[in-house]
Nanobody, 115 residues
Framework: QVQLVESGGGLVQPGGSLRLSCAAS????????VGWYRQATGKQRELVTT???????NYASSVKDRFTISRDNAKNTVYLQMNSLKPEDTAVYYC?????????WGKGTLVTVSS
């Protein structure tokens, strides 16, 4: 059974940092692509960043130079380091894993950026 479990969300002040984690089980983690998406209230889910099995990354322009994705294949975990957070980064953040036709999602973790 495939599971993706996010953690690390919470309330942070503007300009602050958070690190999200996503622990995967039930999959061959190292050979797939991982990513983070987010959905703010009343908006569609949007891509934040992805990383393929070779380590190639892709970032949304709104987070480039502020957010960093990384993965630890030995721990079956993907991370999202978020710096210089802004109120508009407030959203539920979802972990994603893709391999061929398979597409798995975590349940999300809420990040709130507010003073």
């Amino acid at each position: 059974q495939v599971q993706l479990v996010e953690s690390g969300g919470g309330l942070v002040q503007p300009g602050g940092s958070l690190r999200l984690s996503c622990a995967a089980s039930g999959i061959r983690f190292s050979i797939g692509a991982v990513g983070w998406y987010r959905q703010a209230t009343g908006k569609q889910r949007e891509l934040v960043t992805t990383m393929n099995s070779r380590g190639t990354t892709n970032y949304a322009s709104s987070v480039k130079d502020r957010f960093t994705i990384s993965r630890d294949n030995a721990k079956n975990t993907v991370y999202l380091q978020m710096n210089s957070l802004k109120p508009e980064d407030t959203a539920v953040y979802y972990c994603n894993y893709k391999l061929l036709a398979m597409d798995f999602w975590g349940k999300g973790t809420l990040v709130t950026v507010s003073s």
